[in-house]
């Protein structure tokens, strides 16, 4: 009998729309694969339900986990990037509504970033859902599984979790601790790649696919490190690691960071290659940033002489030169840098950690000189902004232009600094899940200022086609990877996003 089945959502076409059919990458559910070998170690059953690999629709999907009969149904909701949390919050509600229809009786556990962000709140609006966790849920779900019987009576003694009582109050325990330093190797041992679908199932996105030769899959990601030291506004990554239970909590709050050994982390590139994966992310919100760890994880690479097409996240006051030979080296063939606005009193502003002035086309050019291509990072509609101070950022970017560029929408993520500021002033907020998502039909930026939403909205959608279509950007990807990267590209950029708040 399966202990607990752990499931990936899928609401891929909601959250991209046309883009899912072959462009969005499809990524392992490296939290769901780590969540269940926790399990697994503390002696239970395990199995897996990654329903955007197998591509199952919400009611294929419920009825695939009615007929497991599992004793718990856990919903890992999490996503491509760290804040894509809520984004995924449409496919997971959506597939446990059809299985409570199916089994009224399963017992349905979330965790995820958006449900530690607002667990009172998911359980108040979504009667599918038994338990929510407050943060990364690790002891709480070993602790659910370890119960003979699941009542209020039992829920009442588990650290960590929010749920309903028997008069259908929502009751919320006393926060549980997260995985300390130490105990990583033991308590989330890897993730368990042997209940995952095979590597071929997931493809990555296709501009890391033009350095292996425009090959997307086998595809694999990994964690070599969990949280960010950093308090950025637009971030909510941070709000997985909380420990207090009070309202308001947001990631700023709860900047913790934490690593595995090198000397583990080896074990799971030593199984990619094993596979023959070349294509790997590494998930990291901030892979470059303390070397001891990140140049060892490099240097056991290197000494295998494993061929691998790696991209990976830095801050651009952390990506040293010194770095990035090594780097190389090791395969990390895209450095992805949050350039957010190259205003330097604006990122003064969202970066609340001390932020360091760096010039970025300096540091550009010398990754490019090192042999790794860009990816950068923007985001419009952030406070202060402006018409003006937008524009001179589409300017930056087309003068300056990165192998890879990502336009995003300031966008008010539950846990983030700028969510719980948009809620004090009353600011609109998404009215569904995919709101969330940048790239939805129905996505709810962020006014400020001195713009609207849709003003913001309309702005980065024309900067992403003029970037991408702009005869610098077009000529550095052909002389950079030929005429193939040039041709899907090209492709890409007919695919049109509809916009519901630009009255499409």
Same mark, same amino acid.
């Not at 395990?46 to 690999?53: G, K, Q, S, T, V």
């Not at 749920?163 to 995985?179: F, L, P």
């Not at 368990?192 to 425009?214: E, M």
């Given at each position: ?236 990554? !941070? ?160 003068? !300056? ?81 030929? !005429? !193939? ?20």
């Amino acid at each position: 009998m399966v202990d607990i089945l752990f499931v990936h959502p899928n609401a891929s076409k909601k959250i991209y729309q046309d883009l899912a059919k072959s462009n969005a990458a499809i990524e392992p559910p490296v939290w769901a694969g780590m969540l269940a070998n926790s399990v697994r170690q503390h002696g239970y059953e395990p199995a897996i339900l990654d329903a955007e690999a197998e591509a199952l629709d919400y009611i294929s999907a419920a009825r695939w986990i009615s007929d497991s009969s599992p004793r718990i149904v856990c919903f890992v909701v999490y996503g491509q990037q760290p804040s894509a949390s809520s984004q995924n919050m449409e496919g997971a509600v959506a597939t446990a509504n059809e299985l409570k229809k199916i089994n009224p009786e399963a017992f349905v556990v979330f965790v995820g970033g958006h449900v530690s962000a607002l667990p009172r709140e998911t359980l108040k609006s979504e009667q599918a859902i038994d338990v929510v966790c407050q943060n990364e849920g690790v002891y709480a779900i070993r602790a659910l599984c370890d119960l003979q019987s699941i009542d209020p009576n039992s829920l009442a003694k588990i650290d960590g979790i929010c749920y309903r009582d028997a008069d259908g109050h929502v009751v919320t325990n006393k926060q549980s601790s997260i995985v300390a330093k130490k105990d990583l190797e033991i308590i989330l041992p890897g993730v368990a790649w042997d209940l995952l679908p095979s590597f071929d199932k997931y493809r990555t996105a296709g501009w890391h696919s033009w350095s292996n030769n425009a090959v997307k899959t086998p595809f694999a990601a990994l964690y070599t490190s969990l949280g960010c030291p950093y308090r950025c506004s637009f971030c909510m990554i !941070n709000i997985i690691n909380r420990t207090n239970v009070e309202d308001g909590i947001t990631s700023e709050d709860s900047n913790i960071f934490r690593w595995w050994s090198p000397e583990f982390i080896i074990k799971q590139f030593d199984y990619f290659a094993h596979n023959g994966v070349k294509n790997i992310k590494i998930a990291d919100e901030l892979f470059v940033l303390n070397p001891r760890h990140f140049e060892r994880v490099c240097d056991l690479i290197i000494e295998r002489g494993y061929d691998f097409n790696i991209w990976c996240y830095s801050r651009v006051d952390t990506c040293k030169p010194k770095y990035l030979e090594k780097l190389k080296r090791a395969g990390v063939n895209w450095l992805g840098l949050g350039i957010e606005n190259p205003n330097t009193k604006l990122r003064a502003n969202i970066h609340k950690d001390g932020f360091a002035e760096v010039s970025i086309t300096d540091l550009i050019g010398q990754v490019r000189d090192a042999g790794i291509n860009v990816g950068g990072n923007y985001i419009f509609g952030l406070p202060f902004d402006t018409e003006e101070t937008m524009n001179e950022t589409l300017e930056f970017a087309l003068e !300056n232009p990165t192998e890879m560029a990502n336009f995003y929408c300031a966008m008010a993520y539950p846990g983030s600094p700028l969510y719980k500021d948009a809620v004090s002033q009353n600011l609109p907020l998404p009215k569904s899940y995919s709101g969330f998502s940048q790239h939805s039909y129905d996505t709810m930026n962020l006014p400020n200022e001195s713009l609207s939403a849709a003003d913001i909205l309309r702005f980065r959608d024309r900067a992403w086609d003029t970037y991408h279509g702009s005869q610098k950007y077009q000529i550095l990807i052909k002389n950079t990877f030929g !005429n !193939n990267a040039l041709s899907e590209l090209n492709q890409t950029r007919k695919i049109k996003l509809k916009r519901q708040a630009l009255g499409d």
